[in-house]
C-alpha cells in the first residue's frame, strides 16, 4: 500500500517552474497526523498487502521536520516495516536531519538540476538567488552518510542543452542514481528541444557505455525497463493525503475537489474510487495503433490527462513526445550495448 502524506505546500524556494507553492499556503496539524496514523493502521488490518511506502511530501518537506519526526514515530509503534520515502531540496538540511532520514528513509532523493548554470537558471530562493553552492555542500554531506541518495533532476527547454553535462557533472559529485524528470507541466517544449534530448541522451549513453562505476541513469533507457502498464489502483493501494486530511487517488490530483475520494474521519468513498476505476475501461481514440498503448503515461493514467489536457481521455501532446523520445533513446542504448559484447 502507498500513501504519500502532504506535510506542507510551503516552501523556502521560489523555483520557476515550481507546480506546489503557488496554491494558498498551508501545513498539516498533529491532529490530522494522528488521523493519518489512523487511518493506515485501519486500512492495514483490513487488506492483504502488508507492505507500506510512506512518500513525506512538500512543498519542501523538512519545513515541517517536527511533525515528521512525530508522524514515523507514531506510526512505527502501530506498524512495522514501513518505508519512508522523501524528495528534498537539501537546502534546509541540518546534522540533526541528515542522520534522522539516514536512519529511517529507505529512499532520498535531492532536488538537483545539474551544473551551477542549469541549477541556478530555475532553483532559486525567494530572493531569485541560485541555490547551487548551498544544494551542493549539503547534499555532500548526506552523500557522506548515505551513498545510495538520488540525484531527481528537472529538465525544462532552458535547460535542455546541458542535460549530457549535468549528469556527468552529478556522478561526479557522488550520485550513482540519477532521475531527470522532463518537466511535462511546461507548454514551451518544440520539436527542436526534442531533437536537443535526444542528442544529449545518446551523449549520456555513449558515457555510461565506458563508465567504471555501477550507475543508475534515469531517461536513457526507461522505455526497455518498463513494465505494461497496470490497472489505476488510485483509492485502492494508492492513497493521497492532503495537509487537512482530504484523500485524492494520486499526487497530480491533490487540491482538486472533483477527485477527492475520501477523508481521513469518514474513510474512502467506494462509489468514487468504482468511478475512478471505471475510466481506465474507456479507450482513448487518438492512441489506437500506436506500440506504446500498453506503456504510455497517457493511456495509464487518465486523471494526468484531465489535469494537463482538460479531458480524461485527451492525450497530452508533451507526453506523446517524451514516450517516443524515450523509445528512440532505449533504441540507441540497445544498440550501443549490443556493440559493446
Ligand atoms: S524546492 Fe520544490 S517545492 Fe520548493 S519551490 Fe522548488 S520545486 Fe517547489
Ligand atoms: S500519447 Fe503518443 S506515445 Fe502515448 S500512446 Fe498515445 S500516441 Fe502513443
Known sequence: MNYTIFF????????TYCYECNKMVRSTSYDVLDGIVNFI???????????????THGGEPLIEFDKIQYFIKRLNEKVKNVQYIITTNATLLTDLMIDFLSQHYSEISVSIDGIQSAHDANRVFANKKGSYAVVVEKAKKLLEKRSD???RMTINPQTASTL???????????FTTIVPVIDT?????????????LDQGKLIIDYIKDYDKIT??????????????????????????DTDGVIYPCVVTVGIPEFVVGTIKEGVNKEKVTEILGWDKIEITECIGCSRYNYCNTTRCRMI???????????SAIVCSIENLKVKLSEYYLQRNIANL
Not at 164 to 174: A, F, I, M, Q, T
Not at 231 to 239: A, K, L, R, Y
Request: hydrophobic fraction near 30%; glycine fraction near 6%; charge should be negative.
Open 41 to 55: 493502521v485501519e486500512k492495514q488490518r483490513s487488506c492483504s498487502d502488508k507492505t507500506v511506502s510512506i512518500v
Open 216 to 241: 543508475n541513469v534515469g531517461l536513457i533507457n526507461d522505455a526497455l525497463s518498463k513494465m505494461a502498464n497496470s490497472p489505476c489502483n488510485g483509492g485502492t493501494s494508492t492513497f493521497s493525503i
Open 8 to 15: 506542507t505546500n510551503q516552501c523556502n524556494m521560489d523555483c
Open 305 to 315: 490527462n484531465k489535469v494537463m489536457c482538460g479531458s480524461l481521455h485527451t492525450p
Open 185 to 197: 507541466f511546461c507548454n514551451d517544449w518544440t520539436e527542436k528541444d526534442m531533437e536537443i534530448l
Open 164 to 174: 549530457y553535462e549535468s549528469v556527468k557533472h552529478l556522478l561526479d559529485l557522488g
Open 149 to 151: 541518495v538520488k540525484a
